[in-house]
Structure formats: C-alpha cells, structure tokens
C-alpha cells in the first residue's frame, strides 16, 4: 500500500469504472476528480492505494470535515471485485483513519462532506461496504435518499415552464440563466440563507437558474455541481414561496440535463419528497446509510 499521487489518478478512475454500481461508474472520472486528495493544500486530505505497477486494486479517500476540523470523512473506499474477502478493505480503512487522527480528528463520518462529495453515505446495494464497516465499529446515525427522474421526451419533468414564466413575469418576476456577474450576487445571498456550502457548490455547477425580483436573486437551482447527472442545491426566499418559482426552475435545470444527454437525473441528497415527486415525477431509487465512529 502507498499514498495516493496524482500518477495514480487514471488507474483509480479504472478501478471505480469495474468495480461501482453501474450508474457510478459512468461518471467515475468525476467522483475520482471531485474526492481524490488536493494538491494546493486548501483542504486537508489523504488518499491510499493498493498498487502494483499496472493497476490499482484498492483505493481510499480521507477528508477533514470542512466546518468541524475535530471531525473526519471517509470520502471513498473502493476494492477490487477480484480482490475482496482478503482484508484489503479493512487495511485501506485503517491507513485513512490513521490519516485523520494525524490530522486532529477524534470521529470519523461516512457521509457527504460538502461541497466536495460524490455520495451522501453508502449506498444500500454496496452491502459489501456496509457489513465491513460495520464490523468494524461504525454506527449507523442516519438514512439519506436520491430521487431519480424520467429525461426522456414527453416526461413530466421537462414540462414547458414558458406560460408560468409569462405569468411570473407580469407578477415582477424575471427567470433566468444566470451568468458569471448573476453568480457572483447569488453567492452572498445563498450564504446568508442556507450557509457556505451551497454558496461554494453553485460555482462548480453546469449551469444555475435563478429567479429576480427588482434585479435581486429570490430563488435559484442549479444542477452538475457535485456529479454531472445529479441536480441541486435549490432554494427559495420567503418573499419568494407561494409563486410557483421552485417547478419551474426545477424544470429548466431537467431540461438542461436531458440537453445534455441524460435520460435520467439524480435528485441527491433530497429533502422534500412530495415536492419533487409531485413537479417532476420524481420517485425515491437510491437509499443511503449514513455512518460515524469515534477514533
């Protein structure tokens, strides 16, 4: 085993391609650039490889919490479907927790460290993950879930919003794609309401949606900031619940994925289900088992 360099990066990407559920591995390349460690320094992070020269069988990435610095994150814990039942998992894990007391940190977390994560915990099917973690002392504190949603033409998801929008509009309400100079007011205001990390994540989006009233941001979605496939954050003012503005920008962000090429989106980490489900056919597919343990 040895510490993660950049040399590395390709094979790691190899490695979750044959060895994720299949709706991870296609976007390996992402979840492999979002959590592998930093190299300016600007977040305290560590990686660990099983390695042979030619391939990697095993990989492990480790986080400091980025608002509790006595707080660490497994962020990735991948082996080998050919290499599994030899303990390669438990070693990986225990080189990261290492990683983290070095660090500072008194817990560790399996669950999303954001802006930077690919996976609200573990998913339920990685059943592999979930009995070695729990074998070795983590407990379960949490269940998180996705929302998955139809792309595909004539779905109810990629409903036209263009009549809401007229009549948004002659209530003073403008919906837009916003630009550099329309992110840069929304970040502030996103702080403010719903704290740094959403305000970090809609500056690594594909594209943020924003609504205006009197030239100021009252509600905003984005989508493509943590995985390509996956939308969110979204939010809405006071002054701006009641008028319609999260269907619609919802909507737009949909109808930027299927542009894009996705026949089916992930609405992570989500919050309100009657929402999603009732404005885009939206249904719960991904069930996530959030776990921490005292180091």
Not at 63 to 73: E, L, T, W
Not at 261 to 270: D, L, M, P, S, Y
Request: with cysteine; net charge negative.
């Amino acid at each position: 085993m040895e510490r993660f360099a950049i040399d590395h990066h390709p094979a790691v990407v190899d490695l979750l391609r044959r060895s994720l559920l299949p709706e991870d591995a296609v976007e390996a390349d992402a979840i492999a650039e979002i959590l592998r460690p930093n190299e300016d320094g600007s977040r305290r992070t560590a990686g660990f490889v099983e390695w042979d020269g030619a391939a990697v069988t095993g990989v492990v990435f480790v986080a400091v919490d980025n608002a509790d610095p006595q707080v660490g994150h497994l962020d990735l814990v991948v082996v080998d479907p050919e290499c599994r039942g030899r303990g390669l998992g438990s070693r990986l894990i225990a080189a990261g927790e290492q990683a983290l007391r070095e660090f500072g940190c008194t817990r560790v977390r399996i669950a999303g460290n954001p802006p930077q994560y690919a996976f609200p915990g573990i998913d339920v099917r990685y059943t592999p993950a979930v009995c070695a973690v729990t074998k070795l002392g983590y407990a379960h504190e949490q269940t998180a879930w996705n929302m998955s949603v139809d792309l595909t033409p004539g779905s109810l998801a990629l409903t036209d919003t263009a009549d809401a929008e007229a009549a948004l509009a002659e209530q003073g309400v403008h919906i837009k794609a916003a630009d550099a100079d329309d992110i840069a007011r929304l970040r502030p205001i996103v702080a403010q309401e719903w704290g740094g990390h959403w305000a970090d994540e809609i500056t690594t989006a594909e594209q943020v949606h924003i609504a205006l009233r009197d030239g100021s941001p009252i509600a905003f979605a984005a989508w493509g900031c943590t995985r390509p496939s996956w939308f969110g954050p979204m939010g809405t003012k006071a002054e701006g619940k009641g008028l319609g503005l999260g269907t619609v920008l919802l909507r737009r962000c949909l109808r930027d994925q299927a542009k894009a090429g996705f026949t089916k989106g992930q609405i992570g980490w989500v919050g309100p289900v009657p929402f999603y489900a009732r404005a885009a056919g939206a249904f719960i597919e991904r069930v996530f088992f959030l776990y921490t343990k005292v180091l």
